[in-house]
């Protein structure tokens, strides 16, 4: 009995113990400083003729006031980005960029971009190279309807985005007259 009565004060003891050095091996969390974003301005509102969900036969774009598929688009002034992030000369400076390019890989640089058919809205990753995708809202006729439909260009490929996937399927082959 003597024996059960000791081992049951040393569990008691080491549970009453437990909690008290559980709390004293608790370290602060390092808080790390957020990767500086050069040349960030406020968020661009994007117009009301692009917003909205937009469908072609392969793709979905979702178009909001300040957002563009999920990520927000902001004013850029590119004069503010450094030489050394735009064109790193050593590893130091690659791996600034990296830092760069992930912290805004939720951030997107909205502008305009004059082209062959007129003004056309351009998102384009924060730091990227050549990766950009251009709108502009137009209508066309066809059989005497008037379809409204988003023109999609990235410098290379361009397609026509519609407001309803039966309408991406019907019409996005024929060529616009308007």
């Known amino acids: 009995m003597k024996k059960i009565f000791k081992c049951g004060l040393i569990v008691a003891g080491m549970l009453a113990l437990a909690p008290i050095g559980m709390t004293a091996v608790n370290t602060p969390t390092p808080v790390y400083a957020a990767q500086k974003i050069y040349g960030m301005g406020k968020m661009y509102t994007i117009p009301k003729s692009l917003r909205g969900t937009w469908y072609s036969k392969s793709r979905k774009v979702r178009i909001t006031a300040h957002t563009y598929n999920g990520k927000t688009v902001y004013h850029q002034n590119t004069k503010a980005i ?31 971009t004059n082209r062959a058919g007129g003004k056309y809205f351009t998102v384009a990753p924060w730091i990227g190279f050549e990766e950009w995708d251009m ?25 026509k985005f519609f407001k309803s996937r039966s309408l991406a399927r019907k019409y996005e082959t024929v060529k616009s007259f308007v």
């Not at 790193?88 to 997107?108: F, G």
């Open 135 to 159: 709108f502009k809202a137009k209508t066309m006729k066809v059989n005497g309807k008037t379809v409204k439909y988003l023109d999609y260009s990235n410098g290379y490929t361009g397609t």
């Open 82 to 112: 450094p030489e050394r992030i735009w064109n790193p000369s050593n590893k130091a400076q690659m791996r600034e960029q990296n830092r760069l390019i992930h912290a805004t890989r939720n951030k997107l640089a909205g502008y305009y």
